[in-house]
């Protein structure tokens, strides 16, 4: 099926396929914009320049059964109208299933931006999401965020996220959420978040390469903070990523003692307080809270390569948190075998920390300057 006229529509349910849509609009549903449901194992979807906006539900939704599907360049924005709806939603219903949300926008919808939602069963996964803006989400309930997955072994990368939640307390810039394992997080940049730049919990995650800013910590997060209580977050790994807190009540890096993690390791990681310092700006499991990286580092063993630094941003107020030239950040990193970074400039190790490769000084642009050019 080929759609090319831009259009308004109601809900569609549609039967399993090869399906491709382009430069379609999905807009006033009562329901959903776009949802496959009850399609038998197998379908399969292409969504490019597609817009789902203002419908009563979700945006956009890919039911059980949906593998190597591709949503390429979609706006999602004003879903859900009472009720708590993703703008884009995918379910990690099939093993290997290997869909991809690329180059998406998501605000303004009244749950997470873009998801991917939980397994139907255990070893469903290995959906990506990449290069997309998610921002002013979850407007109408609290703890929402920007992207989100319950998967396993989701990709998350390329990302930026800001200014999720903004009405609540406990919304994140992206969410790794129960029933998430094994997933991998790398070259973000998540700002302005009301909770935490990262919230996660979940076995065997790695989180690489992100830039977390001024995320507000409202409800005991952080710019990476670890949840769930019970929930373990086992064999996770933090490395080569950035931490700038900008006001007395934000956290760095946070494990609370309440959380089951054996096997957790955290090193080659950029600190930084841009004002004063909470007691538990880094919290540590059992070990406690503190609040330089040197007293970590003495108290626990990790972050022995860890730097506490002005990380030089070039320009934050602008969302601009390329490195300046006499960044702490540059060439401190460990390589982790990624060839690109958010930019999909070329790494030459060792790398810089964060999710930038190249300096201010080479140029770069901003956030801001991205979403003005977003489709209207």
Not at 23 to 43: E, K, M, P, V, W
Not at 295 to 311: C, K, L, R, V, Y
């Amino acid at each position: 099926f080929m759609a090319t006229a831009a259009c308004m529509t109601n809900e569609f349910n549609v039967p399993a396929g090869g399906w491709v849509l382009e430069d379609t609009r999905f807009a006033y549903s009562r329901i959903h914009g776009f949802q496959q449901f009850g399609g038998t194992a197998g379908s399969s979807f292409t969504f490019t320049r597609c817009e789902f906006d203002h419908n009563g539900q979700w945006g956009c939704i890919l039911d059980a059964g949906v593998v190597n599907s591709l949503l390429d360049e979609c706006d999602a924005h004003d879903n859900g109208i009472g009720v708590s709806a993703s703008g884009i939603l995918v379910r990690a219903s099939a093993p290997n299933s290997g869909n991809v949300i690329r180059r998406c926008r998501g605000w303004q919808n009244s749950s997470n931006g873009i998801d991917v939602s939980a397994p139907a069963t255990p070893g469903d996964g290995d959906d990506v999401i990449e290069l997309c803006q998610a921002w002013e989400n979850g407007n109408q309930f609290d703890d929402r965020s920007g992207i989100g997955t319950f998967g396993e072994r989701t990709i998350i990368r390329y990302n930026r996220s800001w200014d999720n939640n903004l009405s609540f307390i406990t919304g994140h810039g992206i969410i790794l959420d129960v029933g998430s394992l094994d997933c991998v997080v790398h070259h973000n940049v998540c700002y302005g978040n009301t909770n935490g730049g990262i919230a996660h919990t979940g076995t065997g995650h790695s989180f690489h390469h992100n830039t977390c800013y001024g995320n507000l910590c409202n409800s005991a997060g952080g710019q990476i903070v670890a949840f769930g209580g019970l929930n373990a977050i086992d064999n996770c790994q933090y490395r080569n990523n950035i931490y700038m807190t900008t006001t007395a009540t934000q956290s760095a890096f946070r494990i609370p003692a309440a959380t089951a993690s054996a096997g957790v390791t955290a090193n080659f990681n950029l600190y930084f307080a841009g004002a004063a310092k909470p007691a538990n700006w880094i919290d540590w499991q059992a070990s406690g809270s503190f609040t330089t990286v040197a007293a970590f580092n003495a108290s626990t063993g990790q972050e022995a390569n860890g730097i506490e630094a002005d990380p030089l941003f070039a320009a934050p107020a602008e969302a601009n948190f390329h490195l300046r030239v006499f960044s702490p950040g540059i060439d401190q990193g460990t390589d982790l075998g990624y060839t690109t970074d958010i930019e999909g400039r070329t790494i030459v190790p060792p790398p810089n920390m964060g999710a930038f490769e190249r300096s201010a000084a080479i140029g770069g642009g901003s956030t801001k300057r991205l979403l003005r050019m977003r489709k209207v």
